[in-house]
């Protein structure tokens, strides 16, 4: 919840008191059946009118750090005489500040405000996407990456401690997947606007990828304007929510608390937690692996079904649409069932070899319908891979300093594989693009390791914890609530 509740506890009166029932009507508890119909009521309106918002977000960021490769497809290359590894060059640097953008994002966000971090971002960064149409040579290509890179950077982080703030933690792995699933989305909408504009191709004297870059950055502009509005500054502001559903979430406010309590003024010591802690290096360096799937595939995978699999540039376009709506869907699905299920380390297991085995078609010497089918192998596990190590994590943290902190490291780490992916399939080594697919393999493989490290960590834990209750364990006073605490449960 972006602001504090109007009435606050400290951690020590938490601990010692329930939740206050000022709220509530008489006889009336958090735990009632009435309570809970009430507060499922709320969360809809949440999905209803706060979800969609970073939804779309995700989608138009995604299309305009992502376009590059349609318009790569389109003569972009050829316009502006890029030579050999300069679109690697421009595709990496985008991470490059990116990676700055994000860990101090992730610790002022909150007391900047998200109503006024989000909307101002999301102008800057339409504004570099227009201005990317009007680029000339390499130099200028750079520099619009560069500083879409920033700007973008610093959207991640405020999106997820934005929906940390009115999600409690066992409702953030779907709505932390809706952001990923509009990034899927995204290379969907993306293939049938690049197709689209091909048929604006020499509209007032312009090719068509410059009109890609200047009618995505007017809608990105469009929609920060729209964003001044639709981003709430706090529950007790919020349009859509009356006054029943304020006070559902002041009780849903008081009952994280014990798992938060910040106001956005985070301590050296939060910090110094979440860097202590290996949780955030083992999840980071995970992400570093999945990541460099995700973007690698993402950006380059017009460029690999026209030049690797002998499709033309029409084709190339609309060919990436089923791709990646089948990765939204299993994303969507699995997320679902994550959240029912409360399991973060199952779908993560068991997706990531279907996405091996695509990798392992891809290096094999089959024909390109198959090839093409080993793309959908690969959606089903990138867009889920990456989405549900960070909602793993993220879940996982306590308090809220901590939390913001061990995401800053994460999201710094993640962005390493952004960088690779720039790197790994380049684009004169076509049509084979053997060391990208070689390298998204065992990148997999990796990740898949590591999530076994990581849940032995955390089952480890869960027992030292019982350990602790046994002997009758009491916090000492003022000491600061972590997720170490034996009355913290992690999710596996």
């Not at 191709?201 to 870059?213: E, F, I, N, Q």
Request: charged share 15%; proline share 4%; aromatic share 14%.
């Amino acid at each position: 919840m972006a602001d504090s509740p109007p009435r606050e506890l400290s951690l020590a009166d938490e601990k010692q008191q329930p939740i206050t029932r000022e709220y509530l009507q008489q006889d009336e508890t958090p735990e009632s059946v009435e309570f809970k119909k009430k507060e499922a009521a709320v969360r809809r309106k949440l999905d209803r009118f706060v979800a969609p918002v970073m939804m779309i977000l995700m989608l138009i960021s995604y299309l305009d750090r992502g376009n590059i490769g349609f318009a790569a497809t389109q003569g972009m290359t050829k316009d502006i005489g890029l030579k050999p590894g300069q679109l690697n060059t421009a595709v990496s640097v985008f991470y490059i500040f990116y990676i700055i953008a994000e860990f101090p994002t992730s610790i002022y966000v909150k007391r900047l405000q998200f109503h006024r971090v989000i909307p101002t971002i999301t102008f800057c960064w339409g504004v570099v996407c227009l201005c990317t149409g009007f680029v000339q040579n390499f130099g200028g290509l750079v520099t619009c990456r560069i500083f879409l890179g920033f700007f973008e950077g610093c959207l991640f982080p405020a999106m997820t401690l934005f929906l940390c703030n009115w999600y409690s933690r066992e409702e953030l792995g779907i709505r932390v997947a809706y952001l990923f699933i509009a990034s899927a989305l995204s290379g969907a909408f993306g293939g049938l606007i690049a197709w689209g504009i091909l048929y604006m191709d020499g509209v007032g004297g312009w090719p068509g990828w410059r009109w890609l870059y200047v009618l995505e950055g007017i809608l990105t502009l469009v929609w920060a304007a729209c964003c001044i509005f639709l981003v709430p500054k706090s529950y007790e502001t919020a349009w859509f929510l009356n006054e029943e559903d304020k006070k559902i979430m002041r009780v849903r406010a008081e009952r994280a608390e014990a798992y938060s309590g910040g106001d956005g003024h985070y301590s050296k010591a939060d910090i110094m937690a979440a860097a202590k802690d290996v949780k955030s290096w083992v999840h980071g360096c995970i992400q570093i692996c999945v990541v460099t799937i995700l973007y690698g595939f993402g950006t380059f995978l017009p460029i690999i079904i026209r030049d690797g699999f002998h499709y033309s540039t029409v084709q190339a376009q609309y060919l990436v649409i089923p791709v990646n709506l089948w990765g939204a869907l299993v994303y969507a699905l699995g997320a679902y069932l994550s959240d029912r299920y409360k399991t973060r380390f199952l779908p993560l297991i068991t997706m990531a070899p279907i996405g091996i085995a695509g990798y392992a078609i891809l290096l094999s010497p089959v024909p390109a319908s198959v090839r093409y089918f080993a793309t959908y192998l690969i959606a089903t596990a990138c867009f889920l891979c990456t989405g549900g190590n960070i909602t793993w994590l993220s879940g996982n943290c306590a308090g809220d300093g901590k939390r913001a902190a061990s995401l800053g490291i994460l999201l710094t780490l993640t962005n390493i594989g952004g960088v690779v992916s720039g790197q790994i399939y380049q684009t004169k080594a076509a049509p084979a693009f053997t060391l990208g697919h070689a390298w998204s393999l065992g990148c997999l493989a990796v990740a898949w390791c590591g999530w076994w490290v990581i849940r032995f960590i955390y089952r480890r834990r869960e027992k030292g914890k019982d350990r602790k209750i046994a002997e009758g364990y009491v916090m000492p006073p003022g000491q600061m609530y972590t997720d170490r605490e034996p009355d913290f449960r992690y999710q596996i």
